[in-house]
Each structure stands twice: as C-alpha cells, then as structure tokens.
C-alpha cells in the first residue's frame, strides 16, 4: 500500500469519525431537546416571513417545535431584559441586531455557544461572543420606479433633497426607530464628516413624512404617498416577489450596513432544544432559506437577489453604546422636532 | 321583606363597624366581601406594582433606591404640559365630535319615523367591529394630502390645484378619533333615550308644544347627563389613546401625551418602564377627575329615568317629509363611518399592492392575502385565542359588572363607592402603562400564568369592566323594587332572586355590553403586546406586525375576516338577548 493511499484512507477514517461522531453528538442533543419538552422559544426582529422556512423545515427535520416572539429590536431587548431581570426568562434564543444584542450580552442575557455550524464562516464576519453575523442589513434609499421615471431618480443622497422631491420622501422617525438613528450617525463612514452632517441637517430642514419604522416607510413609497423611502435594500426583491410592487434603490458608491446575530440565553429553559436550533440555523441549509428570502447573507455563492447587488460595497456601522444613542437621539430630535 | 333580607339589601353590612359579626352572618355579606376581594385585587394588584415602580429608581428585579426623580424627569418638563395641552385640545374635540355623531345618530334610530332607522342603528355599532389601526390606515390611505383617494377624486372633478383634506393635522386627528369613539357614546346616548320616561314629554304636547318644543327643551335637558357621561367617557379615552396618534399625528410631528410617554419611555433605547410608570400615575390623576365627573353624570341619567317597571315606549316623533332628510342625514354618517372605511380595506384585501385605483386595476384583483390568512397556522392560532378571550372575557366582565351594578344601583351600602373606584382605577391609566403593570404583578406570581393566555384574560378583565357597567346599569336601574320584594317575600333567597327575578331583566344590558366587550376583545391591543407570548398570540398584535411588516394585503384580508366573525358573534348574542328588542 503506497503511502498516498494510506493517507487516503485514513483521511476517509478520520472523516468517518468526525462525522459518526457529529451525529451521535446531535442525537444526544435531539434526544435531551425531546426529554426537555420538544419546543424552543426565540425572540428576535427577523421578520416572520423570512424565519418561517427556516423554522417548518427545523421542525420537520426534528420533531422540535419552535415558538417565535417577533418584535423590533428595541422591543425583543425590553421584554427579554424584564423577564431575564424578574427571574423568569422564557426565551431560548435571541435574534436580532448587534447594537441589542451587545447591550443584553452586558447584562448576562447569553452564554457563549460555538456552534458547529460556525466553521462554514469566514473570520471577517465573526465575532467573539455571538459567532458569524449570520445576515447583514444594508440600508440605502428606495424608490417607486413606476412613478420616479428613469431620468428623475435621485443620483446621490443629497438628491433627494431637490425642491423637485419635496414631499415625497418618507423616513423612520429618528425619536424612536433605532436604526435610524444608527444610520445618521454612521454615514460619515461613507460621507464624509461635512457631508454627512450637512445632509441630515437639511434632511431635517425639508421635514419629511414620518413613520414609526423602516417597513411602514416603504409601503407609503409602493402606495406612492411618498414615492423615495429610507430604508433595507432588499426590499426591492422581496417586494417585488410578493407582490410585483414597483421598488428600485438609489445606487450609491457604498452602504452602510449592520449585522445580525444569534444566540443563546444564560437561563434557558430549553437549553439543548436552543442549542438544537441555533445549529440548525447557522447551517448553510438555515442560511440559504434566509437567502431566499432576499436577505444579504455572509456565505459564498448565497449572494442577495436585489438586481446589481454583485457590485455593492457595504462599509458596516460602527457599535453606538446605549449613552450614544441617547445623545444623538436627543441630536435629532431638536432637528426634525425642534425641541 | 322578612328582617334578615331586609338587612342584607339596606344595611352597609362590610361597614357596619358596630355589628362586624352579626353583618357577616349574612350571605349577601360574603358576596359584597368576595366581590370587592376579586375587584380589588384586580384593580389594585397591578397598580401597586405600577406605583412602586414609578417611585424607584431601577427596573423590576434590579435592586434599586427610592426616588422621585422620575416624577421631575416625567413633569418637570415643559414639553410635557405643552402636550398635555396638544392631548386636551384633541380629547375635547374627539370626544365632541363622537357625541354630536352619536346624538344625531341615536335621536333619528330611536326618537323618529325616519325610514330604515333600524338600518342605522347598527351604523354606530358596526364600526366597533373595525380594528382601530385599520380604520386610522383606511382615512390615511382616503384623505392624506398626497394621493389620498377622496383627496384624488375631488381634485380631478373640481381641478383643485392643491388636496382639499389633511389627515395630518389636528382637526384630521380629531376627525378619525371622533369616528372610532362614536360607538361607546352610542351606547350611552341610545339606551339613555330608550329608558326616558315619555310622560314628561307626552305633558308638554298636551299643553300645546311643538314637536321642535319638545326636543329642545324637553328631551335634550333630559339628555344633558347622558351627552356629558359620554362626552367625559370618550375624553379619557382619546387622551389616552395611542394607535390614532401614532398614525395619523407621527407624520405631521404633531406629539401629543401618550406619544410622548412611548417616545420617552416605552420605546426609548432601553425603554424606562419607571419613567412610563411615573407618566401613567399622573395621568391616572387627570384621569380620575373625569371618571368622577363621568360618575356624578351617569348617575344623574338614573335620576331621570324614571320608570316605575311598567312597560313603555318612547314617544316616537313623526318627522313628516322630513323624516327622508333625518333618513339622509344618517345614511351619509353610515357611508362616512362605515362604508368608506369597509371599501378601503376590502380594496387594501384584493389589490396586490395598494396604489390609487385606475382601470387597470380591476384586472389585477386577486384572492392571494385571503388564501395567506387561510392557509396560515398563526392565523388559525390567533383566531382561537381571541375568541376564547372574546367569549370567556366578556362572560366573566359581565357577570362582575352585573353584580358591581346590582350592589352599587339596588342597595344602599356605604361600599358602592369603593367597588365603583376600584373597577375604574385600571381603565384610568393609559393602556401601555396599566401593561407595565400587569407585566411587573404577574411575571413572578406564585401562578405560572405570565406569557399564557390566563394573563391576557386577567389584563382584558381588569381593564374593561367600565364599559359592561355602563351597559348593565343603565337596564338594571330600570328593574323596580317591587319584582325583587315580590321574590323575598315568595320565600327566595338573595342568590334565588338574583338567578331567577333580576338576571333575566338585566338581560339585554348583559348582552349589549357582551357584545361591546367580544368586539373590543376581539382585536385588543394595547395590553396584549406587552403580555402575549408566541402561542398565546391575540389577533391585535397579530394585526400589528403584520402592520409593521408592511404586510398591508393580509392585514386588511385578515380585518374583514375579523369583522365578519364579529357579526357572527354579535348575531348570536343578540339571538339570544333580544336586546333591540327592548
């Protein structure tokens, strides 16, 4: 036997064990999941649409059902913050952006669970704690392309504030949407200090429609309200997907864009039913239902569907502490409040 | 009455410190006993935790410091009483509003020969049936000033330049509020006028008064208890709502309290539940003023309703070739409050996407958000634990306003008035800081009822006896001595006369304010939110995120399914109450 072919086998031996043993490790898991009373319980601010395949298939796959809390990202850390603090956390898994989920890791929300799952990540999408960044938000400015004709849109953010679009542009409400606030604050990353500032000045000055959030914000663009909408660059698929609506996004030389994490709770009351789950989502089989949702996911060859997507440079945001956020929230709202 | 009922009915037995035991040697005792116990520990279970959370300094299950600094965060600004005045100015014009619609409403349905009134008389019910949020999107998708339709169409027909209407404004606040209150002052209004004595009427005809005369300085001084009841009603409830606000004022920058209260301490990054205390303990102060004054009017309304148990009814105005203008009047109220709103959630359910309709559009209807909805699990779910909540909730709510009605109309004891200030404490704070509350009473309670189904059930019970009250009190004050003393002496008990002699009198009060509570219960959601947990999700925050989720198809499908079970519901109810009957 040449030794290629003894390296050759035992490679073979090697992954044979690996495997077997993946499995036997999975099973125990499964098994202890199903003695803990088959059900996991999440919490997150990933929209139910997106999470739903991901969830029928783990259930299907698992006979372990999953109960899903869907709120925004202020919301999912208010209540898994009460409950951690009365004693009587209910939720196995959290998921939702990082500035939250930093803040709930702070307070002793989470344990550290290094998935296997993890490995088929690259290291610039990782973090410490929480593992990949399993999806990442990328936020531009969208329009209704049936009624902003081709040689009207808006070639750069300042565009949008021409006399022309006066009245036309929604945004989420700086006072109370998080990630807005995020937003603001981050693009000099891909403005410039000046630039930036300058741009939410005036943005304020030509006092916009306001919603409570980035979803409502892109309706009233698709029921032609106000046609330019702050917001998620995937809309423009998913829109178009369920329901042939008419979104197109400002192209813009980079974007500003946020992960999204996972993870499992310190007192878990189904600990290996979240564990179970959280595997499975972090999976390129999770992962790629996500994708086909439309999201922006980091793995290779699960690119977003958002037409010239390929080309994007998404420059992500920096972390804004809780002390931050409130200073620049109270930033903004002297500028589109005036108090 | 023989000497022990005699006691039992007259005697302020849980207050009678000189016989403490010969007063709990009565039955009726206990029950006065048991149902303060039950109240007060619904009412004053939650706001005691709300209290204490708005005097520390640190959320629940931190160890925190005694403070007042959430009261000077919350009061010491000068914003705060700037909306305040904002909440003031649009309360009185909501509720204003609501009550001009519900008089003219229930004076043409009940007082004239105007054709099709009965027809009309469900104009101020059925919009109770409608989602509030779906009603506040339906006039933003009508009158906003940039595509809204009514807007759209007047535009076109007139060649205006500029949209006529502005939802975003205050008087387009006031305009989508007062509509979503009208059915509450209905309520009032309808069964004030239906248990008015027509003698005091039918006296000044015979001395020579017009039908006019009689209206203006007869009826109406009648009514005057019953407007303002449901005129202070209608205010606290606009001052403290939220979903209208959040709609149709967030995209004018037009704050006003709750707002406020959301802006800085529900949905603040971290959100300060002492803060939302400290603002829901203040404003359950303004609120408790009119809750008092709404007291002293409702029991003028059993003043004036003078009727001695013998059956009667009310004098019926023949409007002559007037009453086709009274029947137009009400028919544009029921295209206003009814169909505009149904059309734009039915065309919201069919279109793919809502947009302006066109010609085109009729090609592209489809049946997709109702065949979602239908195929959904969570719907499914949703649904079943509304109606559970709809159907015990409002039995349970009724059956306490019944006997809190019984005890505070039918006997003179001196704990009337505590049962009356513990049912309305909870409806007096606003409905995101009474959440807070039931959060912090019930996530450690020795049940493990938090984030199950029985803590929406606790929440919905607590917060909307009010409403069942209103509806019982106004039949039972109806129900003469006589019947009962007739029962006592015929050898009944306190629970035999109850059952058999005032339950089936009270019965149409019962089964209107069942069928007011189902309605509500049916799409709640200012409680819920804070409360539910994945499997025991109602349809209103079910609604919610499929509103936040820009999910507008299905949301306005699931709407219409919503409100058709609610008919369902309602037809049952009324099956069996016989209520319009009366």
């Keep these: 036997m040449s030794k290629r072919t003894m390296f050759l086998l035992g490679l073979i031996a090697a992954l044979t064990l690996i495997s077997v043993a993946a499995q036997s490790q999975d099973a125990k898991l499964l098994s202890a999941a199903k003695k803990e009373g088959g059900k996991a319980v999440a919490y997150g601010s990933l929209e139910t649409e997106t999470l739903e395949p991901v969830q029928k298939a783990f259930e299907k796959k698992t006979g372990i059902k999953v109960e899903y809390w869907r709120a925004s990202g202020t919301k999912v850390m208010d209540r898994a913050l009460s409950e951690f603090r009365a004693g009587r956390p209910l939720y196995d898994v959290v998921i939702t952006n990082r500035n939250p989920m930093v803040l709930m890791k702070e307070a002793g929300l989470f344990t550290r669970y290094e998935s296997a799952s993890w490995k088929g990540f690259t290291p610039d999408v990782m973090d410490d704690f929480f593992g990949p960044a399993y999806r990442y938000n990328v936020f531009g400015i969208l329009y209704n392309s049936k009624l902003i004709k081709p040689a009207d849109v808006p070639k750069s953010l300042e565009d949008i504030l021409k006399p022309q679009y006066k009245g036309k542009v929604v945004i989420s409400d700086p006072t109370q949407h998080t990630t807005i606030i995020e937003w603001f604050a981050n693009l000099h990353k891909i403005m410039g200090k000046e630039r930036a500032e300058k741009f939410v000045r005036d943005l304020a000055a030509a006092k916009p429609l306001m919603v409570e959030s980035f979803l409502p914000a892109a309706r009233r663009a698709v029921t032609g309200e106000t046609p330019i909408a702050t917001g998620f660059l995937k809309w423009v698929y998913t829109f178009s997907k369920r329901e042939g609506a008419p979104l197109d996004y400002l192209r813009e030389p980079s974007y500003l864009g946020e992960g999204h994490f996972v993870a499992l709770g310190s007192k878990a009351p189904h600990p290996n039913a979240g564990k179970a789950f959280l595997d499975f989502f972090l999976s390129r089989e999770g992962v790629q239902m996500i994708a086909e949702e439309g999201e922006f996911v980091p793995l290779k060859g699960l690119g977003p569907k958002v037409p010239g997507s390929e080309n994007w440079k998404v420059v992500e945001m920096d972390l804004l502490s809780g002390a931050e956020i409130k200073k620049k929230r109270n930033e903004y709202k002297k500028l589109f409040f005036g108090s | ?582």
């Design chain 2, 1 to 582: 009455m023989n000497d022990k009922n005699a006691v039992a009915a007259r005697a302020p037995l849980l207050i009678r410190w000189a016989f403490p035991l010969e007063g709990l040697s009565q039955p009726f005792n206990w029950f006065v006993i048991g149902l303060i116990g039950v109240l007060g520990f619904l009412a004053l279970y939650p706001s005691a935790f709300l209290f204490y959370g708005s005097l520390v300094d640190a959320p629940l299950g931190v160890p925190g410091h005694y403070t007042l600094k959430n009261y000077a965060d919350a009061f010491l600004d000068l914003e705060a009483y700037q909306l305040m005045f904002t909440s003031f100015v649009f309360g009185i014009g909501a509720s204003g509003f609501s009550v001009v619609l519900a008089l003219i409403l229930s004076w043409i349905t009940i007082r004239t020969n105007a054709p099709c009134r009965k027809l009309f008389e469900l104009t101020a019910i059925i919009p109770n049936i409608f989602p509030p949020l779906l009603i506040a999107i339906s006039w933003v998708l009508l009158l906003n000033p940039s595509n809204g339709l009514i807007n759209v169409v007047l535009t076109q027909v007139f060649g205006l330049e500029a949209a006529p209407f502005n939802v975003y404004s205050v008087p387009g606040l006031i305009f989508v509020e007062g509509l979503i209150l009208t059915p509450l002052a209905f309520l009032i209004i309808a069964a004030a006028l239906k248990s008015m004595d027509p003698a005091l009427e039918e006296s000044a005809k015979t001395l020579g008064s017009s039908e006019i005369g009689v209206a203006t300085r007869i009826t109406f001084p009648l009514m005057r208890p019953a407007i303002l009841a449901a005129f202070t009603l209608n205010f606290v409830r606009a001052i403290e709502s939220f979903d209208t606000p959040a709609i149709v004022a967030l995209p004018a920058r037009i704050d006003v309290f709750t707002t406020k209260i959301f802006r800085e301490a529900v949905g603040s990054f971290p959100a300060n539940h002492n803060l939302a205390a400290a603002y829901g303990v203040g404003l359950l102060g303004i609120a408790l003023i009119f809750v008092y004054l709404y007291r002293r009017f409702t029991s003028q309304i059993e003043n004036f309703s003078t009727v001695t148990g013998k059956g009667f009814r009310p004098h019926q105005i023949d409007l002559g070739k007037w009453r086709y203008a009274a029947s137009s009047a009400a028919l544009l109220l029921l295209v206003v409050m009814v169909v505009f709103p149904f059309v734009m959630l039915t065309l919201t359910s069919i279109m793919p996407y809502y947009q302006v309709p066109t010609t085109e559009t009729w090609q592209t209807l489809t049946t997709k958000h109702y065949e979602y909805i239908l195929q959904n699990e969570r719907v499914y779910r949703a649904f079943g634990n509304s109606l559970f909540l709809a159907t015990v909730g409002a039995s349970i709510c009724m059956l306490l306003a019944s006997l809190t009605a019984y005890v505070t109309v039918k006997t003179k004891i001196k704990a009337r008035g505590v049962l009356e200030g513990l049912v309305f404490i909870p409806w007096a704070f606003p409905g995101t800081a009474m959440a807070i509350g039931l959060l912090w009473a019930y996530v450690n309670f020795p049940l493990p009822i938090y984030a199950t189904i029985w803590i929406l059930l606790i929440a919905y019970v607590t917060r909307f006896i009010p409403y069942g009250l209103r509806a019982v009190t106004s039949t039972i004050v109806q129900i003469h001595k006589e019947l009962e003393e007739a029962s006592v002496s015929c050898g009944a008990g306190f629970y035999s006369t109850f059952r058999r002699i005032v339950f089936p009198l009270m019965r149409p009060g019962l089964f209107a304010g069942w069928i007011i509570l189902a309605t509500i219960y049916m799409r709640e959601f200012s409680a819920s939110i804070f409360l539910y947990s994945p499997a025991s999700e109602p349809l209103g925050p079910l609604l919610y995120y499929l509103y936040i989720d820009a999910m507008h198809g299905p949301m306005a499908a699931l709407g219409i399914v919503i409100s058709i079970v609610c008919i369902g519901l309602i037809a049952v109810a009324q099956h069996f109450s016989r209520w319009d009957a009366k």
